[in-house]
């Protein structure tokens, strides 16, 4: 199989492992993937697709160019509150 390189180096940086997605919608009609589920990306293939572990179990990867999904931005690490000191 021929593949973009340069395709897949950009989706590993645009969707490094670890960003969560919000699943929109299928190019296929997929049971158990209903829109708003969310999932987590394990890495990318050579297609290039994303693959993502899903919260509900799955593992079905994402087409970027088919499917419609969106990131979910990570929230910020809140800070610490004040310390006791004893």
Do not use: H
């Amino acid at each position: 199989m021929n593949f973009d390189r340069r395709k897949v180096e950009r989706l590993k940086a645009q969707y490094p492992v670890g960003t969560r997605i919000e699943l929109q919608g299928l190019c296929n009609d997929e049971p158990g993937m209903p829109p708003g589920l969310c999932g987590t990306v394990i890495g990318v293939d050579d297609q290039p697709s994303l693959l993502m572990k899903w919260d509900n179990g799955r593992s079905l990867s994402l087409f970027p160019d088919e499917d419609s999904f969106s990131v979910i931005e990570q929230e910020q690490a809140q800070e610490p509150g004040p310390t006791m000191q004893l």
